[in-house]
């Protein structure tokens, strides 16, 4: 039988992982970091937190071995350790969205009403591609899209929606997508889409969802 302090330390030494996500902000990091590598200075920034806080962030979650560093000049960039952080991220997220009481009112609160929202699932927008008969637009910051995008997709920033949608054809299906379910990006842009007449729907998740089911991926500019 084994000794029952060995145990408790294997068992403390897995809760690391469990009391490093244990912060809002630091699962917030996380969802940042799926899509990419970001800078410290980029991550405070998303955050709106100082650089301190988001620092102090960031160690904790490098001491559970969940994020690695690279050091550029005097900018020190972070990304997820592997990919199975992501999928741990995603994991907890699902678990929460069925289980904690509350998080469809809070969901609802930070997103508004989806229910004129039409959801695309990754397989029919994946078929759609192939068959070339639809627009996409990644509604990211341009560092994420650079790191990673659907193929074919067009990079539209946030801060640059309303100017880029001017130029879409509308004789085409639009599809919007962002950094996963509960990123309110891709709404905001069906939401135009729909108000100037397109026709527009909203990716049933977002990219780390699409590159996690093994679909295609490509980085840089199209």
């Not at 145990?7 to 990419?36: H, Y």
Request: glycine share 8%; aromatic share 6%.
């Amino acid at each position: 039988m084994g000794d029952r302090q060995a145990k408790d330390a294997l068992f403390d030494a897995f809760a690391e992982v469990a009391k490093a996500l244990a912060s809002g902000r630091r699962a917030e990091i996380v969802d940042v970091l799926a899509q990419g590598e970001r800078s410290v200075e980029a991550i405070a920034e998303e955050l709106d937190q100082t650089l301190a806080n988001t620092s102090h962030h960031l160690r904790a979650l490098a001491r559970a071995g969940l994020v690695c560093t690279r050091r550029d000049g005097t900018r020190i960039y972070y990304a997820l350790a592997s990919e199975r952080v992501g999928a741990l991220w995603a994991a907890l997220r699902d678990v929460a969205t069925e289980h904690v009481a509350g998080i469809e009112r809070l969901a609802r609160d930070y997103l508004g009403d989806r229910a004129g929202l039409e959801a695309i699932s990754r397989q029919e927008l994946a078929e759609r591609l192939a068959l070339g008969d639809v627009v996409v637009l990644d509604i990211r910051p341009d560092a994420e899209y650079r790191a990673g995008h659907i193929p074919g997709a067009r990079s539209v920033p946030p801060a640059e929606l309303r100017r880029s949608l001017a130029a879409l054809p509308k004789d085409t299906e639009v599809v919007a997508y962002c950094r996963g379910p509960y990123c309110v990006y891709a709404d905001d842009a069906v939401r135009e889409l729909d108000r100037r007449g397109y026709r527009a729907r909203r990716l049933e998740d977002g990219y780390p969802e699409w590159k996690r089911a093994g679909l295609p991926v490509a980085a840089g500019h199209d």
